[in-house]
């Protein structure tokens, strides 16, 4: 049986039994009522077995235009209030089978149907930009992966026809294609763990993992001619160790490679707010329109004039920075500065009391 069918009988029921039980008490009344009451409301007496006999045949047609009413009226009523039950249910089926632009957009008052519509968009429209999310990361990842596999094949046909020729230059490229296919699959790894949110939390200081990241990117920033300067005092947060590491150094690496091609300077800082720890990265660098910005947190996108190189990275670095922020319910924001370069501003939440003993 329908809802539309339980809803109708239901109030039909309801409403026979209503008139069911006036007519029983109208009855009673008659039966139970003296005569000398009778007699000051009418004037006259009449005889009482008469009356209850007169008053049993319009009980019945009463009672019977009451079933009919309320079978044709709850009908009625009920189809109206599940028609937006209806739209619902037919924006799931769609949904169902892959079509996920379509929006319920329901109409009229404020009501519990229009709050499940409404959160039922919602879901749609976020759903709707994770698949297409992930559909261009796949095809990205893709993209990014094969052009090491089709170098390798490349490098090896020209070995097989070729035995003249340099292996040690060939193994050398090998190793280098090799190790870039090694660091994307790495890179993919820590980013699905990431969104997994498979990890345990536990007390960190960020500054100390600044220390960290820092002292591991030297030698690449004196390399390339890149200063650091950090500062800030003991910045207590809680999450996973190892991906706010990650988290912070991709940050810095981001920050050094991306930088001028000489005498450019990093800052990292990092400090306590009210109800947040901030980790603020910096970097000079060439001018990027805020446009470009907005889109380096995508997966495999670079800025303008970014050349890979050997520290070029695989174009998913601030990416696992979105991603390791996000799960750790932060937020991060990317603006250009007017100088050139980038501001990166990572603020997570700060620990409860309890956990930061």
């Not at 069911?20 to 409301?41: E, K, S």
């Not at 991709?250 to 930088?259: E, G, T, W």
């Not at 696992?320 to 937020?331: A, P, R």
């Amino acid at each position: 049986m329908s809802v539309r069918s339980k809803l109708t009988l239901s109030y039909a029921g309801f409403l026979t039994l209503s008139g069911a039980m006036l007519i029983a008490a109208g009855w009673l009344f008659l039966r139970v009522m003296p005569d000398d009451a009778i007699r000051a409301t009418t004037g006259f007496v009449p005889n009482r077995f008469i009356l209850l006999r007169s008053f049993m045949p319009a009980t019945g047609t009463v009672l019977a235009f009451l079933l009919v009413f309320g079978l044709l009226g709850g009908w009625i009523l009920a189809g109206r209030m599940l028609a937006p039950l209806t739209r619902i249910t037919d924006a799931t089926r769609m949904a169902a089978n892959g079509s996920l632009s379509h929006r319920i957009q329901l109409e009229g008052r404020k009501d519990e149907f229009r709050e499940l519509a409404d959160a039922f968009d919602a879901m749609l429209t976020r759903l709707e930009a994770h698949v297409a999310e992930q559909r261009r990361f796949a095809a990205n990842a893709s993209h990014e992966l094969r052009t090491p596999l089709a170098i390798s094949r490349s490098l090896l046909d020209v070995a097989r026809n070729d035995p003249t020729h340099d292996h040690g230059e060939l193994v050398d490229r090998l190793h280098a294609v090799n190790t870039r296919a090694i660091d994307l699959t790495e890179a993919l790894l820590v980013l699905s763990r990431a969104d997994q949110r498979s990890f345990t939390r536990e007390p960190v200081d960020l500054s100390l993992l600044v220390e960290e990241a820092i002292e591991t990117l030297l030698p690449l920033a004196e390399k390339r001619g890149v200063t650091i300067e950090a500062s800030g005092d003991i910045t207590p947060a809680i999450g996973s160790q190892a991906l706010l590491l990650q988290m912070t150094t991709n940050l810095v690496h981001n920050a050094i490679v991306h930088n001028l091609p000489e005498q450019g300077t990093v800052w990292v800082k990092t400090g306590v707010r009210r109800e947040t720890v901030v980790l603020t990265v910096e970097n000079s660098g060439e001018k990027l329109s805020p446009q470009l910005v907005s889109t380096l947190t995508e997966p495999f996108q670079r800025g303008t004039g970014r050349i890979r190189n050997d520290h070029a990275g695989v174009g998913l670095g601030l990416a696992i920075v979105k991603s390791i922020t996000q799960v750790h319910d932060g937020s991060l924001t990317i603006v250009p500065r007017p100088p050139g370069g980038l501001r990166i501003v990572v603020q997570l939440p700060t620990p409860p009391p309890h956990a930061a003993k």
